[in-house]
């Protein structure tokens, strides 16, 4: 077989636009940094269904990892989100978790936090992200706690 100069240029754009795409979406979305087996995070101090008076306490427990600071290269760590009153959709679990009231940023590696809420029923859940606020892949999250807040 063989193939005439100008069908072979032609292969050889479409390869290297077949690339360049490859290689814009590689920039927009980082990649997911790959999470331990058996990497578990967890809500220490409240459990599905407690009552509490805001500003209250939340403790963000994790197994099978360690904390590290945003912006902190380091193999099998990340940091601590805390989601409030929504999920992740599929779609966000593969790129960096937004930050608002929210999501909750503790790119510092804090593993605790006051937070104020007003009354009513409120769901809470921790996710991980890596370096670059990107959840895992698996993702590191808690199951979600819905709380009451009086
Ligand atoms: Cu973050």
Same mark, same amino acid.
């Given at each position: &077989? ?13 390869? &290297?636009?077949? !690339?360049?795409?490859?290689?814009? !979406? ?28 805001? $500003? ?13 600071? !945003? ?21 966000? &679990? ?43 892949? $698996?993702?590191?999250?808690? $199951? ?7």
């Amino acid at each position: &077989m063989s193939l005439s100069p100008r069908a072979l240029a032609s292969c050889g754009a479409a390869i &290297m636009t077949a !690339a360049l795409t490859v290689a814009i !979406a590689l920039a927009q979305t980082p990649p997911q940094t790959p999470s331990p087996a058996g990497a578990a995070a967890y809500i220490i101090n409240l459990k599905d269904g407690d009552t509490v008076a805001s $500003p209250f306490k939340v403790q963000f427990g994790l197994t099978g990892m360690g904390v590290a600071p !945003a912006g902190v290269s380091a193999e099998g760590t990340g940091h601590h989100h805390l989601i409030i009153d929504t999920r992740l959709s599929d779609d966000e &679990m593969k790129r960096p978790i937004p930050a608002d009231a929210q999501h909750v940023h503790f790119g510092r590696g804090q593993t605790e936090a006051m937070v104020t809420l007003p009354p009513g029923r409120h769901t809470l859940q921790l996710v991980l992200g890596d370096m670059s606020h990107v959840p895992h892949n $698996p993702p590191v999250m808690s $199951p979600v706690v819905t709380v009451t807040v009086r």
